[in-house]
């Protein structure tokens, strides 16, 4: 999960300000499910592999609803092709996510 654990990374260093974080030392816990990790790779991959166009990009991340735990999260088709993080570094409008949202906000209050 490169995507996942540079965010990791990055939090820990940045935020917290770890020091030494890249000699280890450390042992940290995460909420990443690895099958669900594993799936979340094979589906972004299965939607490219037959992609002529080395720029398509895609992004992916489960969240657990009720405690708000990321369970996988890819940040795009390939890493070593591409570090930039499409879940958590891209800028980009809401438009369709909203409408599973909106969805069960109806069934919620109209049912």
């Not at 490169?2 to 042992?27: A, C, D, I, M, W």
């Not at 799936?39 to 166009?53: L, T």
């Not at 890493?79 to 993080?85: A, D, I, M, P, Q």
Request: proline residues 5%; contains cysteine; glycine residues 6%.
């Amino acid at each position: 999960a490169p995507y996942f654990v540079e965010h990791v990374r990055s939090l820990l260093k940045n935020e917290h300000r770890l020091p030494h974080l890249s000699t280890g030392g450390y042992t940290i816990y995460t909420t990443i499910d690895p099958s669900l990790q594993t799936q979340a790779e094979a589906e972004i991959q299965r939607a490219f592999q037959n992609k002529s166009r080395q720029f398509d990009q895609a992004a992916m991340v489960s969240i657990e609803p009720h405690t708000g735990h990321v369970r996988s999260l890819v940040g795009g088709v390939n890493y070593t092709l591409s570090e930039f993080n499409r879940v958590t570094q891209a800028n980009r409008q809401p438009g369709s996510s909203f409408k599973t949202i909106i969805s069960w906000l109806c069934k919620c209050f109209y049912h």
